[in-house]
């Protein structure tokens, strides 16, 4: 079975500064998705980010980056110049190509913003 | 183009009385599924439907609770009865076959006196 391990229970960053979340998985598997999903206090889960693994390119959406190392089994997630509105809970996803085609989550990481 | 409808958003219920929480995916996702989110955990599996089969409810406590998704579209997760360790948040999420992509309703939180 997949499984997914965030080991970072809480980050802080300073607005507009950097910060990175870490996230990495266990997988028999070649073909698969992963993701980061952001989710504030409105409980919504929101899709920030979204990997193939077929794909060697590392996903950028905005200020949102990826840095996939297949081989590490390793899915960090990049914000840049990071805004008030990125307080929230952040959570590592796998989701097969093939078979079970749900969505293994971490355990999250909650992230703080300082202004 | 509207998203993934949950209702309602807030539950609170006494213990051993059911409880329903409704799900309307987004139109023409075929994929649906319900999640468990336990206070600071991950969202967990309890079903996954294509169209109007359960392809996937292997975590789904079977003794206490029922889904299902008549026509293939919107969708109903039941409780009967609640206990204490229900409260929790309760998500659906949609997709199309084969898209990586699952979009999430708000949720419905739970709460089990």
């Known amino acids: 079975a997949q499984t997914v391990t965030q080991s970072q229970p809480e980050m802080s960053v300073q607005e507009a500064e950097t910060v990175t979340l870490s996230c990495t998985y266990d997988t028999s598997e070649s073909d698969y998705y992963l993701f980061w999903y952001k989710q504030p206090p409105s409980r919504q889960m929101i899709l920030v980010i979204r990997?193939?693994?077929?794909?060697?390119q590392n996903a950028t959406e905005n200020r949102f980056s990826v840095n996939f190392q297949k081989a590490a089994k390793s899915f960090s997630l990049k914000i840049s110049d990071s805004q008030l509105g990125d307080a929230a809970m952040y959570f590592c996803a796998y989701k097969s190509r093939r078979g079970a085609q749900k969505l293994v989550f971490g355990q999250g990481t909650r992230l703080t913003i300082n202004p | 183009e509207a998203g993934v409808v949950q209702s309602p958003r807030y539950k609170i219920i006494e213990k051993k009385q059911p409880v329903a929480f409704w799900c309307n995916p987004i139109?023409?996702?075929?994929?649906l599924y319900w999640y468990l989110q336990n206070l600071g955990q991950g969202p967990e599996l309890l079903i996954r439907y294509e169209n109007e089969e359960a392809v996937d409810d292997s975590q789904l406590p079977k003794d206490r609770f029922s889904a299902e998704r008549l026509k293939g579209v919107d969708s109903t997760l039941k409780i009967q009865p609640a206990e204490l360790g229900d409260s929790a948040v309760y998500l659906c999420?949609?997709?199309?076959?084969?898209?990586?992509?699952?979009?999430f309703g708000q949720g419905t939180r739970l709460t089990v006196v």
């Open positions: 139109s023409g996702h075929n994929t």
């Open positions: 999420a949609s997709s199309l076959s084969g898209q990586g992509k699952a979009f």
């Open positions: 990997q193939e693994a077929y794909k060697q």
